[in-house]
């Protein structure tokens, strides 16, 4: 059980409708580990993410020779498919939770919305479930809070929550699409570390999207590197200080640091990344 392929993609692209594409064939596997997917705004990180989800837009269209989910082939899923599996068996925290929360809502309505959708329970059930779940993400009074509203929490509680409602079910599969990006510097990293920490502990397979390759060494297994709609690099995610990669490196020797104040960044060197994607 431990080696199945939860997530499996041979030349996936994804593309617009005037045939051009954003991501350009790509082949990745990841099964119940922890494996980042990094590079700049605009590399086709998020777009695959939601193409996992079924949350492309009608503009786009995803073409692979393989695409499965779970073992299940996802390209032709319906609907109804996609409802029985998202937040179920798969689950997904996105950016900010000032625009996923619902701010007319409970957080306990909204945490136990999975549950109303995929478990047959009774109210007082889901309440002590909701409450568990709260509890689990490191929220304080779970009995209170439940009854609050999204704009009464900060930023970090709400993430939180929203990490509550992606794993309320159990899922098998989390995918975390930048869940640290809107936050303060300093909670960062423990709401990933919570991620971390829980996904260990309930046997999940995570697939983290992220440009901060600090947190990605210090947390992940592996790591996929994308470049203009590419997989460019995979390696060891305890590898990444010693990348060879011209892309990778550069990623790597431009993480903000004290000590490079003042300092021009490195630049990339296309020549040399032409030479070495031509011999890959």
Known sequence: MANKQLIDVKQLRICLQDGS???????????RERVALVGESGSGKSLTARTLMGLLPA??????????????????FSQQQWNALRGNDVAMVLQDPKYALNPSHTIGKQVAEPLVLHQHLSRHERREKVEEMLAAVGLP???????????????????????????????KLLIADEPTSALDHAIRDQVLALIYRLVDQRDMGLLLISHDLEQVANYSERVLVMYQGQ??????????????????????????????????????????????????
């Not at 995979?234 to 300092?263: D, F, V």
Request: hydrophobic fraction near 35%; include cysteine.
């Open 231 to 280: 997989l460019v690099d995979r390696l060891a995610a305890n590898e990444l200080s010693r990348a060879t990669h011209p892309y990778t490196r550069t990623l790597w020797s431009c993480r903000p640091h004290i000590s490079k104040r003042g300092q021009p960044l490195p630049t990339l060197d296309r020549a040399e990344l032409e030479k070495q994607n031509g011999t890959a």
């Open 59 to 76: 503009t786009l269209t995803p073409i692979a020779d393989t695409l499965t989910l779970l073992e299940q082939p996802i390209l032709d």
């Open 141 to 171: 009074n779970p009995s209170a809070l439940s009854k609050m509203y999204p704009h009464q929490l900060s930023g970090g509680m709400g993430q939180r929550v929203m990490l509550a409602m992606a794993l309320i079910n159990d899922p």
């Open 21 to 31: 594409e954003l991501v350009k064939g790509i082949d990745f596997s990841i099964g």
